[in-house]
């Protein structure tokens, strides 16, 4: 039992001891009254209720877990917001199954609540969205769209102008990382900001009282955030990531997660992501991880296992590193919330030295999952290695473009696929089918036409003033919820490998990388891209006349399945701390092979074009470590892409990056 444990206990005793006396006087009062009703008698009686029900608060606090981070008043605060959101719930869950059970009828009514939202503007004159009367009407009059049919009048409101697409002045503009080409500015609305963080705060309420009913609400989280470069338009709206937070956010996450206010206020993410790490290391208590991205939950894993010493001895002397560029204002904030703790140091440092397979379950007994999307397949690497035993949970489905899509039905599932329900109260969604993502003008179907085992692009009409809006994602319905779709998330249209119009999507080529490097021996996954050969210098080999793609892998010693004293006997060295890093890793030219025999057998489409020698044999590339870790450095450094917002590309878009990767191979397969 910690000691905020014991002063609930003690503050519920004596609670109880005044309501207890007040209840005594007033009886003595009443029997002096003859039992008649006084001020005095009824001022008494209700402060003992409510004295009573503070005193059963503080002993249902005192029973919980609490994290060793909390102050007394952070421990009430978040105890009442967290359980106002789980009866806030009730009525979310009410009107979650109303839609469910009638898609198409919601749908009509959210399709009608934006047009008559916006149908004074001059967007909303142009498509005529006040004669608008269905959803059917609606695909007939407006055309599907992309980002450049917005981009001259969002340029507009940038500047100032007023009613060009939404009746209302966006409070921020979202800014994408452009993970699929150029970042855009989007207008983010009121509406979208607060279906955001409701979703958010139900799909927490959700998991920790349905999924995972042993954790407390009082065990804070590890939250990964930087704060992003300030931006603003030319008419001084705040333009960023969806995920950056304003004042009153901070405050509410310096609450509920280990970082204290004064990191969540830091713009470099290697001080950002050693502070959340240092303060999230302190409390054992723990409970759960939220990184939005695995990209990011990995990366900052990594940051661990490199720098974990100087953590540690932070922690047992309560310091803040001295090498950490941070500000003397944020230092001496920080450095104020840390005291000594040689015991949970010697405890860190022994769980750190038995190596990091499963690292997280051990220095964080009490950690019961992860919150974290899985758009790039690191969600398998965290589970296999730092993360082993943890289960990685997404919460919900969203976007830049659009809020909320869906909520997560599969509950965090140890190894389970990321299931989502649509969220049919704030977008509109229409439906491509895959075969006719390249025609030029593809029909759509409406949420009640699709069927399950199809795989579809995803077009939304929104909140944020999009309408028929081709963002990228490709889903596939996989059951019904009554009658609303169930999906998976696919891949991202914008990454598909196209030299013969086989349109290989990420999803099916991130399985065969996986299963590929499973059969090699003693590595693990770090990370992989891949190219078109077009993008090689001088169109690559010169000998081959038919197109291929081009794949970096980088790969590290497996540890999971060695003993400590192995472990041990590699010493404190990696990879690339060896003379020949190709020398700790027995990978032939053979296994590199593998991959375009696994790519054969899982797709007919590249097989048949293989047999005729249509597509050439891929390039296989075995990369130095530390190649992706520049290959990020440089991509944060020349996109509009955040910290928090990054995700590790797959797809290699420009000559410069494939040229990076080229400087950075150990191994190829010609």
């Keep these: 039992m910690s000691k905020l444990n014991i002063l609930f206990m003690t503050f519920s005793v004596v609670t109880l001891g005044i309501a207890t006396y007040l209840v005594s006087g007033m009886i003595g009062t009443i029997a002096g009254s003859n039992g008649k009703l006084t001020v005095q008698i009824v001022a008494s009686g209700s402060v003992s209720i409510v004295l009573l029900l503070i005193s059963a608060m503080f002993t249902h606090i005192a029973s919980l877990r609490i994290s060793t981070t909390h102050s007394v008043i952070s421990t009430i605060l978040v105890y009442l917001v967290m359980y106002a959101y789980q009866l806030k719930r009730i009525y979310t869950d009410k009107r979650l199954k109303q839609s469910w059970k009638n898609p198409r009828k919601f749908q009509e009514r959210t399709l009608q609540k934006l047009l008559a939202e916006n149908k004074d ?15 059917a009407l609606f695909r007939e009059k407006h055309p599907l769209t992309t980002y450049e049919h917005y981009a001259g009048d969002i340029d507009r409101m940038t500047k100032g102008e007023c009613n060009v697409i939404l009746k209302r002045k966006p409070p921020r503009y979202g800014l994408t990382s452009g993970s ?21 705060m139900y799909s927490m309420a959700v998991l920790r009282k349905d999924v995972f009913p042993q954790r407390s609400v009082l065990q804070k989280g590890l939250l990964f955030y930087t704060e992003p470069t300030p931006r603003v338009t030319p008419d001084g709206t705040s333009l960023g990531p969806v995920s950056r937070m304003d004042a009153d956010k901070k405050l509410f996450c310096a609450m509920v997660y280990s970082p204290p206010l004064a990191s969540l206020n830091e713009t470099d993410p290697v001080v950002a992501t050693y502070l959340d790490l240092l303060f999230s290391l302190k409390d054992r208590n723990l409970g759960y991880v939220m990184g939005r991205l695995t990209t990011a939950v990995f990366s900052a894993l990594r940051h661990l296992e490199k720098d974990w010493r100087k953590m540690v001895y932070d922690i047992e002397h309560g310091t803040i590193n001295k090498e950490l560029k941070v500000s003397e204002d944020a230092r001496t904030a920080l450095e104020a919330t840390m005291v000594p703790d040689k015991r949970r140091a010697d405890e860190l440092r022994h769980e750190f030295e038995k190596g990091f397979c499963g690292i997280m379950r051990r220095v964080w007994p009490y950690m019961h999952y992860i919150v974290a999307v899985d758009a790039t397949g690191y969600g398998d690497i965290l589970a296999e290695g730092y993360a082993k035993g943890i289960p990685i949970y997404s919460g919900f489905y969203s976007s830049t473009e659009l809020p ?87 891949y991202r249209s914008g990454l598909v490998l196209n030299v013969r119009a086989e349109k290989m999507d990420s999803a099916t080529l991130h399985n065969v990388i996986t299963k590929v490097i499973s059969h090699w021996p003693k590595v693990t996954l770090v990370d992989y891209a891949c190219a078109e050969n ?18 970096f892998i980088e ?77 990020n450095e440089f991509v944060m450094n020349n996109t509009t892409a955040s910290h928090n917002q990054f995700k590790n590309p797959r797809k290699l878009r420009s000559p410069e990056m494939v040229g990076l990767m080229m400087r950075n191979t150990i191994e190829c397969l010609e």
Excluded: W
Aim: charge should be negative.
């Design 555 to 631: 790969v590290d010693r497996d540890t999971c399945d060695q003993s400590i004293d192995e472990v041990d006997s590699a010493g404190d060295h990696g990879i690339d701390e060896v003379d020949s890093p190709r020398e700790l890793l027995d990978i032939s030219k053979q296994h590199l092979g593998m991959v375009d025999e696994v790519l054969c057998k899982t797709s007919f489409t590249y097989n048949s074009f293989r047999e005729k020698a249509e597509i050439a044999p891929p390039r296989v590339y075995l990369v130095k470590p530390g190649s992706f870790d520049k290959l």
């Design 404 to 490: 909320i899509i869906g909520y997560e039905l599969n509950q965090g599932q140890l190894g389970g696929s990321h299931r989502y329900a649509f969220l049919l109260t704030s977008t509109v969604y229409e439906f491509i089918p895959e075969e006719d993502m390249f025609v030029q003008e593809p029909k759509t179907l409406f949420i009640d036409e699709i069927e399950v085992g199809k795989v579809y692009e995803l077009v939304g009409s929104c909140v944020n003033g999009l309408y028929r809006f081709r963002f990228g994602d490709v889903i596939k319905v996989v059951d019904f919820l009554d009658n609303c779709p169930v999906i998976e998330f696919q």
């Design 121 to 135: 503007t001059e967007y909303g004159k142009r498509y005529d969205f006040g004669s608008t009367s269905s959803m």
């Design 534 to 551: 077009c993008m090689l210098d001088g169109g690559g080999d010169q000998n081959e006349v038919n197109p291929y793609y081009v794949i």
């Design 180 to 200: 699929t080409g150029k970042g855009k500015v989007i207008p983010i609305s009121k509406e979208s900001d607060v279906t955001l963080f409701e979703g958010i």
